[in-house]
């Protein structure tokens, strides 16, 4: 039987409103080709008010990447590189991913995160979250659904063929 893809159709940015004001906008920033697998998954996430401030962001992915999977990952705010950056594999409100624990408190506010796989992923549509809080008030999740990012169903990397009907018994 043939190999078939499937391409996963997704956008390259999330934004996240409250009261018609967006509020947070994730945009992908590379890979540009989204027809080929990359190792390489950047975001530039801006906040676009003052209040609230971003608290943290997850990227969704599959439950087949694991820290393990991860070669580096690499934040900036305003420019300024963050040594050591803060992130985990979590889940959020039901949503499993890589979890940046960096917040961005000023209107205008730029973070960019750069997430190097040890293995290539196809491009394909993810569940991203964005955690709000203002001032003393209890954190505000925000989920989307449809952010680029390393998509699981298409692993170049998994080889397992259990499923083969080559066997000649």
């Not at 997850?58 to 963050?82: F, K, M, R, W």
């Not at 960019?112 to 954190?139: D, H, K, M, R, W």
């Not at 999740?141 to 066997?167: A, K, Q, R, V």
Request: include cysteine.
């Amino acid at each position: 039987m043939d190999d078939v893809l499937i391409k996963q159709i997704c956008s390259n940015t999330a934004s996240f409103q409250s009261n018609g004001t967006t509020l947070i906008t994730i945009a992908q920033t590379s890979p540009t080709d989204i027809a080929n697998p990359a190792t390489v998954f950047c975001y530039r996430v801006t906040l676009h008010v003052n209040n609230p401030d971003l608290k943290y962001w997850l990227l969704g992915i599959c439950e087949n990447i694991t820290a393990d999977n991860i070669a580096q990952v690499t934040v900036s705010i305003n420019g300024n590189p963050v040594s050591n950056p803060n992130y985990e594999i979590t889940t959020v409100n039901g949503i499993y991913g890589i979890k940046i624990n960096h917040e961005l408190g000023s209107r205008n506010d730029v973070m960019i995160v750069c997430i190097t796989l040890n293995t290539a992923f196809e491009v394909g549509s993810n569940p991203v979250v964005a955690a709000t809080q203002q001032g003393n008030q209890s954190i505000v999740i925000h989920t989307g659904d449809d952010l680029c990012g390393p998509y699981c169903g298409m692993d170049p990397g998994d080889d397992d063929d259990d499923d083969d009907d080559d066997d000649d018994d």
